[in-house]
């Protein structure tokens, strides 16, 4: 529920940590939405279906439209999928592309 200026200030410490150099709010662009405001989604939580192979996990992973669109989080990462670490270790993978 943060507004998006305040996050992308947040979102730009953590990078400036992480790098360990400077990065300005105005350098990126976050793009996001609400999965839990969503009325179109209410929250939900979906699981794999009895045929999804670890392929599917895989491809959700990578880049769209030439490497210009990352998606991470626990849905993107076999080993640990639907956990929290799964979705910080996704996170990890997806910023070292990035850079």
């Known amino acids: 529920m943060m507004p998006e200026d305040e ?15 400077t990065v300005e709010s105005s350098h990126f662009d976050i793009y996001r939405s609400s999965w839990r405001s969503n009325p179109n989604i209410g929250g939900a939580y979906s699981m794999p279906g009895v045929q999804t192979e670890l392929s599917h996990w895989t491809d959700m992973a990578k880049p769209i439209d030439d490497r210009s669109w990352f998606f991470a989080g626990e849905h993107t990462y076999s080993i640990y999928r639907g956990t929290t670490h799964g979705a910080l270790l996704s996170g990890q993978v997806a910023a070292k592309k990035i850079l």
């Open 7 to 21: 996050l992308k200030e947040l979102i730009a410490k953590r990078l400036t940590l992480f790098m360990n150099s």
